[in-house]
Nanobody
Framework: QVQLAESGGGLVQVGDSLRLSCTAS?????AAWFRRGPGKEREFVAS????????YYSDSVKDRFTISRDNAKNTVFLQMGSLKPEDTAIYFC?????????????????????WGQGTQVTVSS
């Protein structure tokens, strides 16, 4: 029901900023970003409901990353700042029709039936 496409990844240096975008063919209820670093399992990064009034972040990115969305353009953003080498990963956009206002549900992969192909972010030291 929803198709997602990420963009904005690239090669940056430690301390740089980068903004990722996710464009949806539909209108997600909740949207989220996950990432998979080299040799690591996919992990939750951030999520946001349709109205944008509540956001959730993993401890590793809070105070550095900001998730936002523009519903008129069916686009979700991840503004990343103070990037670290450990932020190097493929970043995936995920979406659900259900709106999550629970931190646990909003952070679970299984909560999101729709996924993009991912965009690579590489942070050099």
């Amino acid at each position: 029901q929803v198709q997602l496409a990420e963009s904005g990844g690239g090669l940056v240096q430690v301390g740089d900023s980068l903004r990722l975008s996710c464009t949806a063919s539909g209108r997600p209820g909740s949207a989220a970003w996950f990432r998979r670093g080299p040799g690591k399992e996919r992990e939750f990064v951030a999520s946001i409901p349709k109205n944008g009034d509540t956001t959730y972040y993993s401890d590793s990115v809070k105070d550095r990353f900001t998730i936002s969305r523009d519903n008129a353009k069916n686009t979700v953003f991840l503004q990343m700042g103070s990037l670290k080498p450990e932020d190097t990963a493929i970043y995936f956009c995920a979406a659900s029709l259900t709106i999550f206002y629970d931190a646990f549900l909003a952070s679970q992969e299984l909560s999101y039936p729709y996924w993009g192909q991912g965009t690579q972010v590489t942070v050099s030291s």
